[in-house]
């Protein structure tokens, strides 16, 4: 079973929770924060396991500048502009 999780990586995105839950909503996605508000990605991804989740799709979100982790050699975002999200699959 794959579940999606669209993860705000900032401090911004915890400021536009609201437009996050609505936009998590509408992919059929559950909403999680790398830091600073709640619900915390490892709460979202053990609830998701204990579902029996063995896929996640991860729909990354950033308002500002993108966070080292999602950005490419030369420094630029993996994919599209700075509202553009990378998506990656774990198995």
Known sequence: MTGRVLVGMSIREV??????????????????????????????????????????????VCFGRWPPACRGCDGSPRTGGASAAPRHRMS
């Open 15 to 60: 400021n536009a929770i609201r437009e996050l839950e609505a936009a998590a909503a509408g992919a059929d996605a559950r909403l999680a924060f790398l830091q600073n508000a709640e619900p915390a990605l490892s709460t979202v991804l053990t609830e998701l396991a204990d579902r029996g989740v063995t896929r996640i799709e991860w729909l990354g």
